[in-house]
């Protein structure tokens, strides 16, 4: 029979294998939008002179398509940054003051000092920027192309 203190060293185990499979789930999410952006651009760059139903150009379809997947790609980021902070914080923070030696709250601030310094930049905030950046240059794309047909659509008709 296990004691109180080896029961929750032993749950606070098991929850913190499920944080770190939780982030590798993360890790593959992020890869898959990593790919599709690329893509996307490469798409959208490459597809700029074919037009769909005589008036689309693939382009105008590609950016857009584009800014969705980064609108969705910042958004998952931030749910699974807060998911993580809530659940999976508290739980083993919580967890922790039964435990001799705090390492992920030791962990935790260690990395929040280094934020506050200024000497880390952590790799979803440099996720956030590339969705930033994407979603700039897709609406960019968008808008170029977009310009132009609705002029034609407008004056020509």
Known sequence: MLTKEE??????????????????????????????????????????GIVFIKLIPASLLFSAIGGLVCILWWMNIDSYNLLIKVKYQKVLE?????????????????????KKNKKAFLFSDMQKTLAIV????????????????????????
Do not use: H, W
């Open 94 to 114: 919580e967890m922790e003051n039964y435990l001799p030696i705090k390492s992920y709250t030791l962990e935790r601030d260690a990395i929040l000092e280094c």
């Open 134 to 157: 994407g979603l700039i240059f897709f609406f960019a794309l968008f808008v170029c192309d977009a310009i132009p047909l609705v002029y034609k659509i407008c004056f020509l008709n």
């Open 7 to 48: 029961m929750i060293l032993e749950q606070y185990k098991l929850y913190s294998e499920q944080k770190e499979n939780f982030t590798s789930r993360n890790f593959v999410t992020n890869r898959f939008y990593l790919v599709s952006f690329v893509a996307l651009i490469l798409l959208t760059i490459y597809t700029g």
